[in-house]
């Protein structure tokens, strides 16, 4: 099945008790046993939901994976995988990435003994200076938040293997229509769901999807016993949301294609950061690992001013001012003061976020008014 149909069809199958095209919302804590241990496959909604089962097998499916896994939030779906470790093991990460995770490795895990290191890998044969016996698991995220750095997966993969080291990557920003971790290597591909692949800034979810029977075994473990799970409502919600994936995936591009050209022939910005430019030091990797570039771009205007970037982002009218990204509509933030507020200065403006960085999500509305808006807004 190509994967423009997998969006629609992948892992899912109609409904068996009336052939609902789409899966019931099965908003139940319990279900009925005949006799103790007699039941059709689900016994406590923490466990297994036939709502969260179709979802988690669509999320498999997009992946190019066997298991599927949902999660109450992104955040939710990392911490899953971090503990899959203990005390005295050690994670390889990127040093650019999501504020949150950033948050849950050095102010929660680092206090139950796992240790991490923060590295560049946009030259990923790197990370193998970090390697000692201790290290388990190497974190990827590409591309970057906020910076749009293009991490090798391939590469990382191959360091991975050769050191029998697990290697996840958070492959939010590029969604699967973009970009296929599993199938380059990776042994756990991780989704803010929240993000894309709901798409309509309506629901809070993370997602995991894995190949290797025994690695889902361990997770399933986890979801189960730490019970960091979604419920049917927002199970139905991101199943809907899949649906159109590619659609909106195809539009985001466009658009995102448009607007990071208009940045970049503006006279005060900076520097435009879209994986889809000639300049991207990683266009190459990016072009070698991802069909397309899609709707994330940051910026920075000249003189680098704070105050002028937050007049810039409260002036923005058709672009929303918020956290958050993937969804259709267009939002715009300032890392700076928002989502990476929660990582010190000087770490965050050694990758690059500076005080006047601005991102955007680019939306699937009509580009012209996108640009007439970032026009009237930077001036
Ligand atoms: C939003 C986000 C997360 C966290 O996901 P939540 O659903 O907000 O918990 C993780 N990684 C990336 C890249 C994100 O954008």
Request: charged fraction near 20%; glycine fraction near 8%.
């Amino acid at each position: 099945m190509k994967f423009n149909t997998k969006t629609i069809h992948g892992g899912q199958e109609h409904d068996t008790a009336f052939g609902a095209v789409m899966p019931p919302i099965y908003q139940t804590s319990t279900y009925a046993q005949s006799t103790p241990g007699g039941h059709k496959g689900f016994e406590y909604s923490r466990t297994h939901n036939p709502t969260r089962a179709a979802l988690e097998r669509a999320f498999a499916s997009l992946e190019s994976g066997k298991h599927g896994l949902a999660f109450g939030s992104g955040l939710a779906s990392i911490d899953a995988i971090i503990k899959l470790l203990k005390p005295g093991d050690e994670v390889i990460s990127t040093n650019d990435l999501y504020g949150g995770t950033y948050r849950l490795f050095t102010k929660i895990y680092e206090r139950f003994g796992v240790k991490f290191h923060f590295i560049g890998m946009e030259n990923a044969t790197t990370i193998e200076d970090y390697i000692n016996e201790n290290t388990k698991l190497i974190w990827v995220e590409t591309p970057t938040n906020p910076m749009m750095n293009v991490i090798d997966i391939k590469k990382a993969a191959q360091i991975a293997k050769k050191h029998n080291i697990l290697l996840a990557v958070d492959n939010t920003f590029a969604t699967p229509f973009l970009q296929r971790p599993l199938e380059l290597g990776a042994d756990i591909v991780m989704h803010s769901a929240t993000k894309y692949l709901g798409g309509h800034s309506d629901v809070v979810m993370g997602a995991l999807v894995v190949n290797d029977d025994e690695l889902a075994e361990k997770l399933y473990f986890i979801q189960n016993a730490s019970g960091a799970i979604c419920g049917p409502q927002d199970s139905f919600l991101v199943l809907r949301g899949l649906k159109t994936l590619h659609v909106r995936m195809q539009r985001h591009c466009e658009n995102g294609r448009k607007i990071a050209k208009y940045l970049s022939n503006h006279p005060k910005i900076e520097k435009v950061y879209w994986p889809g430019l000639e300049s991207h030091p990683n266009h190459q990797v990016a072009k070698d690992q991802m069909s397309d570039f899609g709707g994330m771009i940051s910026f920075v205007t000249k003189g680098n001013d704070y105050n002028e970037a937050i007049k810039i982002v409260e002036n923005l009218k058709i672009f929303t001012l918020a956290e958050s990204l993937g969804g259709v509509e267009s939002l715009a933030g300032h890392p700076a003061s928002m989502t990476h507020a929660s990582i010190p200065k000087e770490e965050r403006e050694k990758t690059g976020v500076v005080d006047s960085l601005i991102r955007l999500s680019v939306g699937i509305e009509d580009v012209d008014d996108l640009i007439a808006d970032l026009k009237q807004a930077i001036g």
